[in-house]
């Protein structure tokens, strides 16, 4: 048995391009994610129904249906529906993947950012609130910087797996390391070395992401005990 590594040269732009969408649609969708799971976050522990309860529906529809369906649904019909109602084209899959991505991760982050939150003990609100800071200001200040640091690990998985997820967006023909991968099987006829090759570029860079968030653990960590310390 013998296989033409020679495909991967020939390849090889399709495969770089793959490598900048996958990171592209990664970062997109942690930022708009993180910013989507802090709103949602802050509503679910609002006390207050009218907030808690479309929050939770968010997070239900998005953690129990799979993100596979969601990529469709957004692609091929909530989108298009909406852009044409408004006499807008559709926009391509690119920009649908970043919409599906980044609500998906949305819903799990929010669910991140409550527990760490919430794992934060009640008499540090009351103490920030009794020196005179406004539930914001105690927020921003006293809270969320001691629940970011129990944060990162569970947010680091869930930026894993959202690298590793964005590979469905293949599916709808995004030009990322998947696609790339069953673009070079397809068109050659040799099935081992560029999905061999999508696979070492996805180890490479999940590995990568787990030494980023491991180093920003034990930084986070270290300046805790100096701020404990003085």
């Given at each position: 048995m013998s296989f033409d590594w020679s495909v991967l040269i020939d390849y090889k732009d399709l495969f770089i391009r793959g490598l900048f969408t996958t990171i592209q649609l990664t970062v997109v969708a942690v930022l708009v994610g993180l910013l989507i799971g802090l709103t949602l976050g802050l509503m679910r522990i609002s006390g207050k129904k009218w907030l808690i309860?479309?929050?939770k529906a968010y997070v239900d529809l998005f953690r129990g249906t799979p993100l596979f369906l969601q990529i469709l649904a957004i692609h091929f019909a909530v989108l298009p529906t909406l852009f044409e109602?408004?006499?807008m084209v559709p926009p391509d899959a690119l920009f649908s993947s970043f919409v599906a991505l980044?609500?998906?991760a949305g819903a799990y982050i929010a669910e991140i950012f409550r527990g760490g939150i919430q794992s934060i003990d009640k008499g540090q609100m009351e103490a920030a609130r009794s020196l005179?800071?406004?539930y914001g200001q105690a927020m921003k200040l006293v809270i969320l910087p001691q629940a970011f640091k129990r944060m990162l690990p569970p947010l680091g998985n869930e930026f894993i797996a959202l690298l590793k997820d964005s590979s469905?967006?293949?599916m709808i023909?995004?030009?990322d390391i998947t696609y790339a991968a069953f673009t070079t099987a397809k068109n050659t006829f040799e099935r081992i070395?560029?999905?061999l090759m999508a696979g070492v570029m996805y180890l490479i860079l999940t590995l990568l992401l787990s030494r980023v968030v491991l180093h920003l653990e034990k930084r986070f960590e270290t300046?805790?005990?100096k701020g404990g310390a003085a």
């Open positions: 309860w479309p929050a109602s408004l006499g980044s609500l998906n005179g800071m406004t469905l967006v293949a023909a995004v030009n070395p560029p999905y300046g805790s005990r």
